[in-house]
Structures are given as C-alpha cells and as structure tokens.
C-alpha cells in the first residue's frame, strides 16, 4: 500500500516585479507534482481553464500534490523579473 501524503495549497500575491506579470496562467512551468489551479482577483476566482492573464496583485493559487514540493512551489511562484543594467547603476 502507497502512503499518500497530503497536498499542500500554495497562494502567493503577484507584485510589480513578478516576472508573471502579463503572461498567461497556462504558461507558468511550475515544479514536478505541482499544479495550478487558478487565481484571485479582487473577490473573483478565475480557474486556469480559462487561462488569465497574469496581472499585478492578482494571487496564484497552486497545489503541491507532493507536499515535499511545497518549498519548491513558492519559491518559483514568487520568481522576480532580473535586473537591468539601467537598474543596476542607479
């Protein structure tokens, strides 16, 4: 018999500098055993089925259905845009 472990829900706010910010929720490559399941923007639940476009304070709502991907998760959903040079030396 499989011991199963129990999934763990991941939610994370989208800032400015999320490099998720205008791409589509289909197209977020998220760890092994993990999924999304959709977003909040301000009181609606958008499910990945209809596959919105990423916008600045929507969360992401996902799930590690192997709770050790958990860590893995957030750190990827909370991935920011890399610095310019312009960026930089100011």
């Known amino acids: 018999m499989m011991h199963r472990e129990k999934p763990t829900a991941v939610s994370i ?11 589509r929720l289909r197209d977020i490559v998220l760890p092994e055993e993990c999924q999304m399941l959709g977003l909040v923007r301000g009181n609606n639940v958008i499910f990945v089925s209809e596959n919105p476009e990423v916008k600045c304070d929507d969360v992401l709502l996902a799930v590690a259905i192997n709770p050790m991907y958990s860590p893995e998760l957030q750190l990827c959903l909370k991935k920011l ?9 100011k």
């Open 13 to 23: 706010r989208v800032c400015f500098k999320s490099c998720y910010c205008g791409i």
């Open 81 to 89: 845009k890399p610095l310019s040079v312009s960026q930089i030396s």
